[in-house]
């Protein structure tokens, strides 16, 4: 796991391995009861609960979003390890919100799901971070048409536009955003970064967006970073 970020000092406790793999496991169960019990006592021990989401929670998801693509689990299982993950991110995002030392940024982030996809947990804890770091976020949820967050982002005056995905099935919808940002004239008015399961930097680079963030952590620094560029 890399270091913290600014804001997240003093949350240093390790997560057990075996915790982190039952976090994993209750995911896959679709037990949202058992997830969010867990995710209370490990954070109520001291432990890091960006650690537990990273290492434990979201393995869990993303391993959900694998079976799903592969058509060895259906909707119904699928919406039920999303509300689980929904379940643990509220908790987590109330404890980084809890612990965050208040800091002062400006920029102003559009933050959205794809269209297609219904994960939001991954972006849900990238828009916590981001918030509790100072920055004006506007979250625009999950499965989000291509045109509404340009929209957003016109009428927001935005900085970056940041979009996420879970599924291979609905990444065309970040080069769809890319492509339409240009064809308006748009596109030098704005940063993207990209993140999600299936996103790498390779994907990134090819469909021309800004950055990539691995993670929530790497989310805030490549923020700071596409708001110093734009300065």
Not at 156 to 174: C, E, V, Y
Request: glycine fraction near 10%; charged fraction near 25%.
């Amino acid at each position: 796991m890399r270091p913290p970020p600014s804001g997240s000092e003093g949350r240093c406790g390790m997560v057990a391995k075996e915790t982190l793999e039952e976090a994993a496991r209750l995911i896959l169960a679709q037990d949202a009861e058992k997830a969010a019990e867990l995710a209370r006592r490990v954070i109520g021990e001291g432990s890091d609960p960006l650690e537990l989401m990273n290492g434990g929670f979201i393995p869990g998801i993303n391993q959900v979003g694998e079976l799903f693509n592969r058509g060895e689990l259906f909707l119904p299982q699928l919406m039920g390890a999303a509300n689980a993950m929904k379940a643990v991110t509220d908790i987590v995002n109330e404890a980084l919100a809890a612990a965050a030392q208040p800091r002062k940024e400006t920029g102003t982030i559009v933050v959205a799901t794809v269209k297609g996809d219904i994960h939001d947990i991954g972006k849900c804890i990238v828009v916590a971070l981001l918030r509790a770091n100072g920055f004006s976020v506007h979250d625009l949820g999950r499965d989000v048409e291509t045109d509404k967050i340009i929209d957003a982002a016109v009428k927001l005056n935005a900085d970056i536009i940041g979009t996420s995905t879970l599924l291979t099935t609905t990444m065309f919808r970040q080069k769809e955003l890319e492509d339409a940002l240009k064809k308006a004239n748009l596109r030098q008015r704005f940063r993207t970064i990209v993140g999600g399961a299936p996103v790498t930097p390779r994907w990134a680079a090819k469909i021309g967006a800004d950055a990539y963030a691995e993670d929530a952590q790497e989310g805030v620094r490549k923020t700071r970073d596409l708001m110093l560029s734009k300065s």
